[in-house]
């Protein structure tokens, strides 16, 4: 019997004998009883069906219908299985095991699940789900034995060599945590590599540029230190390069001897003492020979030229051919294939890059036809052989070639043709040579005289004439010498039936035989009436019946199908602790004192910023104070402030500092300690602050004998200072008068006496320039060893013989060229010579010197100023230097002396 038409029977007695379908499908899984919605494998683009055929689901123990309503329903039936098998919806026949208990249904995996035993049949269980959503944990397995197993550790790896890759199981997430010291080249004067998360290892900062200017800085690879040069080119006419104590900085060097002026270093030449008083440069010629190919020289400390090794123009890459090229003087890096060739053909050719070895493109072996079967062999390339899909030794027929079944290598034209209703030997004819081709048919007439059929059988044989079954038609079609037997009603006579659902149907008589009961339309009445196993379908639901719905807050409800098959409106659940709104009310957890599993900020006992959690059950949780973090709070209420970092940010400590005095360390934002900051300056015989001077900012050092003091003329004397900072007597000696600018011994008369001439820097005097014509004027001015310097004028005079104006050239060789106006042209105020007597606007009247010209000047300090000649060729007031902070001395008249001046 069909499986349809048992279904059908089935379910008619249940209609009669509620119950009756569970005994007769024997055993079957109680969830499969009620129809399941799919749509057949030949469904209608839909995905609904048009009949049973269209619901087949490839399971063969399952009954496959397709209803009125066009969704396929599937129902388990044992009885298609074997008698010791039991059938299940969505698997098919499986072992039937009798069980009493689900201890009877174990196996031995844990990974399928926990097997149920059910109406004494084991049933399987649901498999295990290993996985647990950790990042960090890889892709868990299942174990037949121990369970759920942890997955392999994921690669993490960012492709930056300079980074330590991980995975934070913590954040489940990689992390990818730099390390300079991945990056070290072990090259000093490269300086310090770092690190950089995203582009990889970066360069340092060269260890040896001072900053200074007129310094050429030399970094020695070899002894790992840095060499400095006094670079006296770099500076204006007439300074040095010269380091005074303070570091290196262009200025004038006085001297009054060769001796004054040599700085011990051999790389920069030879000072001299020039005929000025002041130190000159000699020639400077560096080791350095400007090529990168040969190495960076350097000049030793005897003065000597070293080479140091060539740089290293290694690239790291293994297939580069590494060399510093003298033409473009540069690292060259040039890419040897060679080295990458691995002797395939098929894997291409291979190439050497910037990253390395590369493989190159696979040889093209397709040669554009479908009808062969191309491929690269090793070795010997490329090959194609014709397409012979069942390798029958025929190619294929789409391929031009003579195999008429490209599918069955026992089909081809060698073949032998043999009684199988199949062409074997590919003449087009099946089973051609033998009396008929197996299985064919022909009409032929019974001994009765009805039409009857003949079929060639499984021997190609024809057999005898076979009647037709009796028809209704007043004829013996079936040669039994009776006429339309079993024809039990007349076509004219329809009547009511009892359909399989127990409702009342119609019948109609089809060639003298009932068909079958056609059931009525369905009505709205809780009732099956269409006989498709489900009432009031059509409707929009059956009356009474109650379904889970979405309420309009999203929550599972429940709507109820009226008296007239139509869905009511879905009621919402009552409100529960989930941490969702159930109701549709007042929003999740409404009747609760909070909702689940949210959290608040709130305020601990030591008054930090902690947070509380929502429990399970809906009420507060206690105030969890925060971890602790560096901001000078106890924040995690353990009274302890900062405990994780290395100090309380914002705390005070005491420290020793560099001059062994206590101090003051004061913890930063970043919890790390401070600099250790030297207390002020008391009046001790001390240097507290670290500045180099004692009881600084009081008049002395406290005990001090012979402890230099200020003069009331601004220079420095010595005196006897007692315990309170305090010269004793407060008297304070005048020094010995020295060739300086200033009145040392305070007497209102500079650089006097011991056979100096004048006050250095500061006095100027016209003087005659005499040669073979009449006089010319000019001006000396003391230099800095007190002495006048050489008499020059303004102007070279022409014809005299002369150097007049000391540049070096005289008379018409002159580049600056020769004044040699005889005439009365008047002096005026424009900073030239007008009438060529050496001297610059020295008309008299209001005019004291030379327009835009500047010389040394005595401040009200004692101090060398300047004083400039302005376009009205007077004389500005003398204006003092810059401080100087740390020769003693109030340098720029404001009263202040060093450290106590606001510019120092």
Known sequence: MEPRARILILSLVAAIQPGCICGAIANPDPSLLEGADDAGIDGSPDGGCGSDTDCHDGIDCTADLCPDDGVCTHFADDELCEVDELCLADTGCIPRRPCESAADCQDATVCDGEERCERNVCLPGDALECDDGRFCNGAETCDPEGGCQPGPVPDCSDGVDCTLDSCDPEEDECVHDPSDAACSDGEHCNGVESCDATNGCEPGTPPCDDGVDCTVDQCVEAEDECLRHADHGSCGPGELCHDGGAGFLCEAVPCSEPADCDDGDGCNGVETCGKTGFCEAGGFEPCDDGFFCSGAEYCDADGACQDQPPPSCSDGVDCTIDSCDVGSDACAHAPSHVECADGSFCSGDEVCSALGCEDGPPPDCDDGSDCTVDACVDPGGCSGSPRDADADGHGDLACGGDDCDDGDALVSP?????????????????????????????????????????????????????????????????????????????????????????????????????????????????????????????????????????????????????????????????????????????????????????????????????????????????????????????????????????????????????????????????????????????????????????????????????????????????GVCNAQCQLIGGNCSEPVEICNGRD?????????????????????????????????????????????????????????????????????????????????????????????????????????????????????????????????????????????????????????????????
């Open 744 to 904: 040392d011994d305070c007497d209102d008369n500079c650089d006097e006496g011991g056979g100096r001439q004048c006050c250095a820097g500061v006095d100027l005097r016209e003087c005659s320039v005499v040669g073979g014509g009449d006089p010319v004027l000019g001006t000396q001015t003391c230099m800095a060893a007190c002495l006048w310097s050489a008499c020059c004028a303004v102007t070279e005079q022409c014809g005299n013989g002369l150097d007049d104006d000391c540049d070096g050239q005289m008379d018409g060789m002159d580049p600056q060229g020769c004044c040699s106006y005889d005439g009365g042209i008047e002096e005026s105020c424009n900073g030239q010579d007008d009438d060529c007597n050496g001297l610059c606007d020295d008309g008299g009247g209001d005019m004291e010197c030379c327009r835009g010209t500047s010389r040394g000047c005595r401040t009200s300090c004692n101090t060398v100023g300047t004083r400039r000649c302005d376009n009205d060729c007077e004389w500005d007031d003398c204006e003092p230097p810059d401080e100087i902070c740390d020769n003693g001395f109030d340098d720029d008249c404001d009263g202040d002396v060093d450290a106590a001046d606001p510019d120092c």
């Open 414 to 718: 060698e073949a032998e043709e043999i009684c199988n209703g199949a062409d074997d030997d590919c003449s087009g004819t099946a089973d051609d040579g033998l009396e008929c081709a197996r299985g064919t048919a022909l009409a032929c007439e019974t001994g009765c005289g009805s039409t009857g059929t003949r079929t060639c059988s499984v021997d190609c044989a024809w057999g005898g004439c076979d009647a037709p079954p009796e028809d209704c038609n007043g004829v013996d079609d079936d040669c039994d010498d009776e006429v339309d037997e079993g024809c039990d009603c007349d076509p004219a006579d329809p009547t009511d039936c009892l359909t399989s659902c127990g409702t009342t149907g119609t019948r109609q008589c089809v060639a003298g035989e009932w068909t079958a009961c056609d059931p009525p339309d369905e009505a709205c009445n809780g009732l099956d009436d269409d006989c498709d196993l489900e009432p009031d379908n059509g409707f929009d639901c059956p009356q009474a019946e109650v379904e889970p719905c979405t309420t309009a807050c999203g929550s599972s409800g429940e709507r109820t199908c009226s008296d007239a098959c139509e869905w009511g409106s879905c009621a919402p659940p009552l409100e529960i602790c989930n941490g969702e709104d159930d109701d549709c009310a007042l929003g999740p957890d409404d009747v609760f004192d909070c909702v689940q599993g949210s959290s608040e900020a709130c305020v601990t006992g030591c008054l930090s910023a902690g947070t509380r959690t929502c429990s399970g059950s809906c009420t507060w949780g206690s105030c969890v104070a925060p971890a602790e973090i560096c901001n000078g709070d106890d924040d995690d209420c353990d009274g302890q402030c900062d405990e994780t970092s290395q100090c309380c940010a914002g705390a005070a400590t005491g420290c020793q500092t560099a001059c062994d005095t206590t101090g003051t360390s004061t913890c930063t934002n970043a919890c790390t300690p401070g600099a250790c900051v030297p207390p002020n300056e008391i009046c001790n015989g001390q240097d507290d602050d670290c500045d180099g001077r004692c009881d600084d900012g009081f008049t002395c050092c406290a005990g001090a004998a012979g402890t230099a003091c200020l003069t009331d003329c601004n220079t420095l004397g010595i």
